[in-house]
C-alpha cells in the first residue's frame, strides 16, 4: 500500500498539555451542572446562607467588645442584655481560646454539616446534577467521541471529577470559607483570625473529604446508568433509604444498621473532627456551670457516644468510594 | 498481509499478528496488514470485524494478542498518538442539549488548541463541512441525520488529524451531502492526511479510495490496490460487454481462440456479454484478433470492475 512519502506535510500546531484539557472537561461538567433547573437557586441559596451566617459572626464580634456600636446599640435597648454579655466580654479578654475560639469551633460544626447546612444544599444538588455528569454523555453516546481524543478515561475522570469538585465548592466550600473571612474580616479585632483559626482548619478537614468521598460517589452513581431518571432516582433513593436505616438503627438493637447511610457516616467523621467533646471537657475543668446547661450535656452525650465509631464510619465510606471507583472504571467506556 | 514500502517510509497503520477475542468470540484473528496515507477503503460483510479494528485504531480498544501501531505507537492509552487521530463513529454520539458550535468549541479546548484561536477554528471547520451557518447556534437535538453526519464528520476534523477514521460517514446524506464530504475527503487525502473508511456503500468507496482492506471473519482476505485487486481475480476469468460490426463472427473467433468461456447477446444493437478465459491472454491477442478478422470495435468495457464484485468474490 501507499507510504508516507517526503510531500507529506501535515501541521501539528500550538496545543495546551494535559492538565489543561482537563480543566476544560471539570469548566464544561461545571457549565452543565449550573444549566440544570433550579441549580442557580441552589447555589444562591448556599451564599445567602453564608452572608447570613457572616452577619451572625460579625453580630458576635462586636457584642464581644464593649466599645462597639452594635453593643452600645442593643444595650440601649435591651439593657439587660449587659449583663449576659459583660461576662463573657470578660472571658473573651482573660480566655479567648474559649470564648472565641470554642464558640467559632461550635458554629462552624452546624455552619458545615447539620441538617439546615449547605451540605444538606449540596446533597440536593448533586442529586439535581448527577444526570449531567457521566449519564449524559452514557446516553447520547457522546463518551465514544470522547474516548477518541487525546484524553484518557482517567483524564476524563479526573475532569468530571474536577467538576463535581467546583460545584460542591460553589455550595459548600466557598460559602463556609467566605463566612470565616467575613467573620473575622469584620472583627473588633486582628487576634480573631488567630484564635477562630482551628474552626477553619477543622471545617476543611472534615469538608474537604467529605467533597472527595461525595464527589466519587456522585460520578459512581451517575456511571451506573445511562437513563438520566434512574442515575436520579438512584441518588435519592441512596439518600433516603440510608436515612430510613440509620434511623431505625438508631431506634432499635441494630445500631450497624445507622452505617449504611452515607450521610450518618459523614455526620460521625464531623463530630471527631471538631472533636467538640474536647472542647465540652476543657470547658468542664474552668466554667463548669456552662457544661452543666442540659442542653450542653445532650449534645456533649451524644457526641461522645458516636466519637467512638468513626473508624467504622470511615471504613464504610471508603467501601462506598471504592464502589463508586469500581463502577467508573467498568462503565466509563465507550461500550 | 504486508505491502510494505522499502525505502525510509513509515506506515501510519501497522498491525502484526493482531488479534482480539471477546470471551470465546474471535474479533479479529491474527491479521497482519499496513496502511498509509490517501484513501483506504475498509470492507466487510457483518461480523467481519470491522467495528473491532476500528476501535483498536482510535485506542478505545486493546489487542488480546499481536500489535497495532499508529504513527508508530501504540494508541490504547496513548494521548500523543490519539492527539493524531480524528474518529467518526458510525452510531449518533452527539450531546441533542448543546448547540454545534458550542460542543464543537468544547472539544477544539478538550484538543488542547489554543483557546484564542478556537472560535475562528471552529468557524473553519464548520464552513469546510458545509453546514449551513444559520443551524450553528441551533441545539443538535433539531438536526436532520445529514446534518447531524457534517457535525460528526467536523468534530473528528477539529484538531487536524493526520490519520481520520471514518465509519460508515455517509449514512443519512442526500447526494449532494455525499458529494461534498467526498470531495473534502479527497482533499484531505491530498493534502497528506490518511483516511480510513468503513462503509457499507461499496460503490461509493469505489469511487473514493484507491486502496482497499478487505475483511471476513475477522480475518484480512485481501488488501490493496483495487487495481490490483481486480488483476488478482482477473487471473482466471472476466466478464465484459462489446460491441462490433459482428458479433456472431467474434464469438466463433473467440471460442477458436479458446478464449472464450460463454456468451449473451444482450440485443439488437451488436451487443454482447462476455466469459472471457485467461483476461491476461486475452489482452495481448484481442487486438490483433479484430485485425486478423476486419471486425470494427464500437465498444468494450469490463463489467467486473466494481468494488462490489471483488467483495463478492472474495468473500465467497
Not at chain 1, 449550573?34 to 457572616?54: D, H, P, S
Request: aromatic content about 8%; hydrophobic content about 45%.
Amino acid at each position: 500500500m501507499a507510504q508516507i512519502d517526503s510531500t507529506y506535510t501535515h501541521r501539528d500546531g500550538e496545543t495546551r498539555g494535559i492538565g489543561y484539557r482537563r480543566w476544560v472537561i471539570a469548566q464544561a461538567t461545571l457549565h452543565a451542572c449550573l444549566e440544570v433547573r433550579g441549580m442557580k437557586k441552589i447555589v444562591w441559596t448556599c451564599w445567602i446562607f453564608a452572608l447570613m451566617q457572616g452577619i451572625f459572626l460579625f453580630t458576635f464580634g462586636q457584642l464581644l467588645d464593649p466599645t462597639s456600636a452594635v453593643f452600645e446599640f442593643i444595650t440601649e435597648f435591651l439593657g439587660a442584655f449587659k449583663g449576659i454579655a459583660t461576662p463573657f466580654q470578660l472571658l473573651a479578654n482573660d480566655n479567648p481560646r474559649i470564648a472565641i475560639g470554642m464558640t467559632y469551633n461550635l458554629f462552624f460544626y452546624f455552619f458545615s454539616g447539620y441538617i439546615l447546612s449547605t451540605l444538606t444544599l449540596t446533597l440536593l444538588a448533586l442529586g439535581m446534577a448527577i444526570p449531567r455528569l457521566i449519564t449524559s454523555d452514557l446516553s447520547s453516546r457522546a463518551i465514544t467521541i470522547y474516548s477518541s481524543k487525546a484524553v484518557s478515561r482517567l483524564d476524563y475522570c479526573l475532569g468530571k471529577f474536577g467538576g463535581v469538585l467546583l460545584l460542591m465548592t460553589l455550595t459548600w466550600l466557598g460559602p463556609l470559607v467566605a463566612t470565616w473571612l467575613m467573620g473575622n474580616l469584620l472583627a473588633p479585632k486582628l487576634s480573631f483570625f488567630w484564635h477562630t483559626a482551628p474552626a477553619l482548619l477543622h471545617s476543611l478537614m472534615f469538608v474537604v473529604p467529605g467533597m472527595i468521598f461525595l464527589g466519587l460517589l456522585a460520578l459512581g452513581v451517575s456511571a451506573v446508568s445511562k437513563s438520566p431518571r434512574m442515575a436520579t432516582v438512584l441518588w435519592l433513593g441512596a439518600l433516603l433509604m440510608g436515612t430510613v436505616l440509620s434511623r431505625i438503627g438508631v431506634e432499635s438493637e441494630h445500631t450497624e444498621l445507622q452505617y449504611l447511610s452515607f450521610w450518618f457516616d459523614l455526620e460521625l467523621l464531623q463530630n471527631w473532627v471538631f472533636d467538640l467533646t474536647g472542647d465540652f471537657k476543657e470547658l468542664d475543668e474552668k466554667f463548669p456551670i456552662i457544661t452543666n446547661l442540659k442542653l450542653v450535656q445532650i449534645l456533649n452525650e451524644r457526641l461522645g457516644e458516636t466519637a467512638k465509631n468513626v473508624p467504622v464510619a470511615v471504613g464504610f465510606l471508603s467501601l462506598l468510594a471504592a464502589g463508586a471507583v469500581t463502577v467508573l472504571i467498568k462503565k466509563v467506556k465507550p461500550e | 498481509m504486508s505491502t510494505a514500502g522499502t525505502t525510509g517510509t513509515t506506515p501510519v497503520i501497522q498491525a502484526t499478528e493482531l488479534s482480539r477475542w471477546y470471551g470465546i468470540v474471535m474479533g479479529l484473528n491474527n491479521i497482519s496488514f499496513e496502511i498509509g496515507p490517501g484513501l483506504t477503503g475498509l470492507v466487510g460483510p457483518n461480523g467481519a470485524g470491522k467495528s473491532t479494528l476500528i476501535k483498536i485504531i482510535t485506542g478505545q480498544l486493546q489487542p488480546s494478542d499481536g500489535e497495532l501501531t499508529v504513527f508508530g505507537a501504540r494508541p490504547w492509552n496513548n494521548p500523543d498518538v490519539l492527539r493524531g487521530i480524528g474518529f467518526c463513529p458510525e452510531e449518533d454520539a452527539l450531546p441533542d442539549r448543546l448547540q454545534a458550535r458550542t460542543w464543537l468549541r468544547g472539544l477544539a479546548l478538550l484538543a488542547g488548541i489554543v483557546p484564542g484561536t478556537v472560535p475562528g477554528h471552529v468557524d473553519a471547520i464548520l464552513d469546510c463541512v458545509k453546514l449551513e451557518r444559520v443551524h450553528w447556534d441551533k441545539p443538535l437535538a433539531q438536526f436532520s441525520k445529514g446534518m447531524r453526519q457534517r457535525v460528526k464528520l467536523a468534530q473528528a476534523l477539529i484538531h487536524n488529524p493526520r490519520l481520520l477514521v471514518l465509519d460508515e460517514p455517509m449514512n443519512g446524506l442526500d447526494p449532494m451531502g455525499r458529494q461534498d464530504i467526498q470531495r473534502i475527503l479527497k482533499q484531505l487525502a491530498a493534502e497528506g492526511t490518511a483516511v480510513l473508511i468503513s462503509s457499507h456503500i461499496l460503490h461509493e468507496l469505489e469511487a473514493l479510495c484507491p486502496e482497499i482492506l478487505i475483511l471476513n471473519w475477522g480475518r484480512v482476505i485481501a488488501s490493496g490496490s483495487q487495481l490490483a485487486l481486480q488483476r488478482r481475480l482477473q487471473g482466471t476469468e472476466a466478464n465484459l460487454h462489446i460491441k462490433c460490426s459482428d458479433p456472431a463472427r467474434l464469438t466463433r473467433v473467440l471460442f477458436k481462440a479458446d478464449l472464450l468461456l460463454g456468451f449473451n447477446d444482450t440485443g439488437d444493437d451488436g451487443g454482447l456479454d462476455l466469459r472471457v478465459k485467461d483476461p491476461h491472454r486475452f489482452s495481448e491477442c484481442f487486438v490483433d484478433l479484430l485485425t486478423e478478422n476486419n471486425l470494427a470495435l464500437h465498444e468494450l468495457r469490463s463489467r467486473d470492475r466494481s468494488l462490489q464484485d471483488i467483495f463478492e468474490k472474495m468473500t465467497e
